[in-house]
C-alpha cells in the first residue's frame, strides 16, 4: 500500500520552531487505534493482555497511553523494570522476560510481584534463592522447540540455533520442582520468528504451544493459566509488503484454542502477548533535516539524522521507506543513497531509492522508526541521541524526550585531570 506520513509539511514546520531537527515523532491517534484493533481481535478471550515490549519504544509517555489502552509492560533489565514502575504498572502489570539474567534484575522484578519468565531450568533456584520461600504464586517457563520453525513448506527461523528457553524435558522438570516449591499457577512463553508479516505465525505458534500446554499437564498435573505468544507479528516496511491483518491472526488463534485447549478442559486459559513492532513501528516517523548533497560515482543526499538515530538499515540492511515532505506527489525521478554522517559507509538509510528531486533544506521523514528506532540509538563518532516528540490526538505536539547536550555525552567522565572546554 501506498505509505502515507501521518504528518504534513505546514505540521512539521510548526514543531521545528521549537524544535530542531532530528527527533522521532510519535502518533497517538495511530498508537491508540491500533492497540484497539489487538484488543478487539482477541476480545474472545477474556483474560487476553498485551504486553508491550518496553525496548521497542522505552519512554513513559508512550507507555502511559499504551496502559491507558490496558497494555502492562514486557520488561527484560532493571532499567526497563524501573520504567515500567514509574508508569504506575506493578504485580501482574509486568511481564519479566529476560535472558542471561543479572541477580539484581530478577529481584526487582520479584519485588515488583511481575509475572516472572525463566529462560533457564538453572534459574528455577535463582529464583528460589531470591524469594527465600516467597515463591510467585505464578511462574512463566519459556520454551525452545529446537529444530527449524515452519509456516507450510517455508522455514521461518532456526530455533535451534537460538539462545533462548529450555527444552521440552526441561520445562517438565522445571514444572515439578517449581511445583514443589509451592508456585500453583504456569505459563508458557515462546519467540520462535521475528518481524513476519505471515498472518499464520500466531495461530501456529499457539498451536504448537497449546499443545505443549496438553502434554506439560497431563505429565505434571500443573495448572496452565497463561500462553505468552510474545513478539514477532511484523508490520509493512515496504509499499509492496502486505500488512499484519490482527483481526485474521486473532480468529487463527481462537480456532487453535477451540481445537486444542477446549476439548482438555483446559479453556480457562489467558492468551498474552508481548508486542513491541506491531504496537509502535507505523505510529513513528524519524523526521530529518538535509545537511548536504553530493554528486561523485553516485548522488548522495546527506541528512542531520545518522545510523545512531536509527540502527535498523545500517545493521540488518532493514528497508525504511522514505517521504520528502511537501513533494508527496512528485515524480520519483531521481535516485539517491540518503545518508547519515557517521564515518561509517554503512550509514545509510536508502541506497540506490528512487525519490522526488532533493535540495538542501528539506525535510525528510523516513517511515515506520516508532519501535526499534530511538531505542537502538548509540552515540558513535560523538552523535548526540535525538528528542522524542508526541503528535496529540487533537494536533497538538509534545516534547516527550529532550535531545542529549555535549554534557550528556560527557556525564561519565570525570575532566578533573583535563583541561575541558565543554
Ligand atoms: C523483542 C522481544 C519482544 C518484542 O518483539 P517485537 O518483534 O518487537 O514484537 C517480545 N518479547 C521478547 C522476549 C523480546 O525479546
Same mark, same amino acid.
Given at each position: 500500500?501506498? =505509505?502515507?506520513?501521518?504528518?504534513t ?5 510548526q514543531?521545528?520552531e521549537?524544535? /530542531?531537527?532530528p527527533f522521532h515523532?510519535y ?9 484497539r ?5 482477541f476480545?474472545?478471550?477474556?483474560g487476553?493482555r498485551?504486553y ?6 522505552p ?10 489502552? +490496558?497494555?502492562?509492560?514486557?520488561c527484560?533489565s532493571y532499567? !526497563?523494570?524501573?520504567?515500567a514502575e514509574?508508569v504506575g504498572?506493578?504485580? &501482574?502489570?509486568?511481564?519479566f522476560?529476560s535472558?542471561?539474567t543479572?541477580?539484581?534484575d *530478577? @529481584?526487582?522484578?520479584?519485588?515488583m510481584?511481575?509475572?516472572?519468565n525463566l529462560d533457564?531450568?538453572t534459574?528455577?533456584? #535463582? ?15 519459556r520454551?525452545n ?6 509456516? +507450510?513448506?517455508?522455514?521461518?527461523d532456526?530455533?535451534r540455533?537460538a539462545k533462548?528457553?529450555m ?5 517438565a522438570?522445571?514444572?515439578? @520442582?517449581?511445583?514443589k516449591?509451592?508456585v500453583?499457577h504456569?505459563g508458557?512463553h515462546?519467540f520462535l520468528?521475528?518481524n513476519t ?7 501456529e ?6 499443545r505443549l ?9 500443573? &495448572? #496452565?493459566?497463561?500462553?505468552n505468544?510474545?513478539g514477532?507479528?511484523g508490520?509493512?516496511y ?5 500488512? %499484519?491483518?490482527i ?7 481462537r ?5 486444542i485447549?477446549? /476439548?482438555?478442559? *483446559?479453556?480457562?486459559?489467558a492468551?498474552f502477548?508481548e ?8 505510529y513513528g &516517523?524519524?523526521? %530529518?533535516? $538535509?545537511?548536504?548533497q553530493?554528486?561523485i560515482?553516485? !548522488?548522495?543526499?546527506?541528512l ?5 538515530d536509527?540502527?535498523?538499515?545500517a545493521?540488518y ?6 517521504t520528502?515532505?511537501? =513533494?508527496e506527489?512528485?515524480i520519483?525521478d531521481?535516485?539517491y543513497?540518503?545518508t ?8 545509510? #538509510?536508502a541506497i540506490? @531509492?528512487?525519490l /522526488?528531486?532533493? !535540495? ?6 523516513i517511515?515506520?522508526?516508532g ?6 540509538g ?10 522524542? $516528540?508526541?503528535? =496529540?490526538e487533537? +494536533?497538538?505536539?509534545k516534547?516527550?524526550r529532550?535531545?542529549? =547536550?555535549?554534557s550528556d555525552? #560527557?556525564?561519565?567522565l ?6 575541558f572546554n565543554?
Amino acid at each position: 500500500m501506498k =505509505k502515507t506520513p501521518f504528518v504534513t509539511l505546514p505540521q512539521v514546520q510548526q514543531i521545528t520552531e521549537q524544535i /530542531p531537527t532530528p527527533f522521532h515523532l510519535y502518533d497517538e491517534a495511530g498508537i491508540r487505534r491500533n492497540a484497539r484493533a489487538l484488543k478487539d481481535a482477541f476480545s474472545w478471550n477474556p483474560g487476553f493482555r498485551e504486553y508491550f515490549a518496553v525496548k521497542a519504544t522505552p519512554n513513559p509517555y508512550i507507555l502511559q497511553i499504551l496502559k491507558e489502552e +490496558g497494555c502492562g509492560c514486557d520488561c527484560a533489565s532493571y532499567t !526497563e523494570l524501573l520504567m515500567a514502575e514509574a508508569v504506575g504498572n506493578s504485580g &501482574h502489570d509486568v511481564m519479566f522476560s529476560s535472558n542471561v539474567t543479572p541477580e539484581l534484575d *530478577m @529481584r526487582k522484578a520479584w519485588e515488583m510481584g511481575a509475572y516472572i519468565n525463566l529462560d533457564d531450568a538453572t534459574h528455577v533456584e #535463582f529464583l528460589e534463592k531470591i524469594a527465600e520461600g516467597k515463591m510467585p504464586e505464578t511462574v512463566c517457563l519459556r520454551f525452545n522447540p529446537g529444530g527449524s520453525f515452519s509456516l +507450510g513448506n517455508t522455514i521461518m527461523d532456526m530455533p535451534r540455533d537460538a539462545k533462548y528457553g529450555m527444552t521440552e524435558d526441561q520445562m517438565a522438570g522445571a514444572v515439578n @520442582r517449581l511445583q514443589k516449591l509451592g508456585v500453583k499457577h504456569f505459563g508458557i512463553h515462546a519467540f520462535l520468528a521475528s518481524n513476519t508479516t505471515a498472518n499464520d505465525y500466531y495461530p501456529e505458534l499457539a498451536s504448537q504451544l497449546f499443545r505443549l500446554a496438553v502434554r506439560l499437564r497431563n505429565a505434571t498435573g500443573a &495448572h #496452565f493459566a497463561f500462553i505468552n505468544l510474545s513478539g514477532g507479528v511484523g508490520v509493512d516496511y515496504r509499499p509492496e509488503q502486505p500488512a %499484519s491483518n490482527i483481526a485474521y491472526i486473532g480468529e487463527g488463534v481462537r480456532k487453535k484454542y477451540e481445537e486444542i485447549l477446549k /476439548p482438555q478442559g *483446559m479453556d480457562d486459559i489467558a492468551i498474552f502477548t508481548e508486542l513491541g513492532r506491531f504496537m509502535l513501528a507505523p505510529y513513528g &516517523h524519524l523526521v %530529518s533535516k $538535509v545537511l548536504h548533497q553530493k554528486h561523485i560515482y553516485r !548522488e548522495y543526499v546527506g541528512l542531520d539524522a545518522c545510523a545512531a538515530d536509527l540502527m535498523r538499515p545500517a545493521m540488518y540492511g532493514a528497508y525504511h521507506h522514505i517521504t520528502v515532505l511537501g =513533494k508527496e506527489d512528485a515524480i520519483l525521478d531521481h535516485v539517491y543513497d540518503v545518508t547519515g554522517g557517521l564515518c561509517e559507509n554503512n550509514d545509510k #538509510f536508502a541506497i540506490e @531509492r528512487s525519490l /522526488p528531486e532533493i !535540495e538542501i533544506g528539506d525535510i525528510l521523514v523516513i517511515h515506520d522508526t516508532g519501535a526499534h528506532g530511538y531505542s537502538m540509538g548509540y552515540n558513535y563518532n560523538g552523535k548526540l541521541r535525538s528528542a522524542e $516528540v508526541l503528535l =496529540k490526538e487533537d +494536533g497538538s505536539f509534545k516534547l516527550i524526550r529532550r535531545a542529549e =547536550k555535549p554534557s550528556d555525552y #560527557f556525564a561519565t567522565l570525570d575532566f578533573t585531570e583535563f583541561k575541558f572546554n565543554g
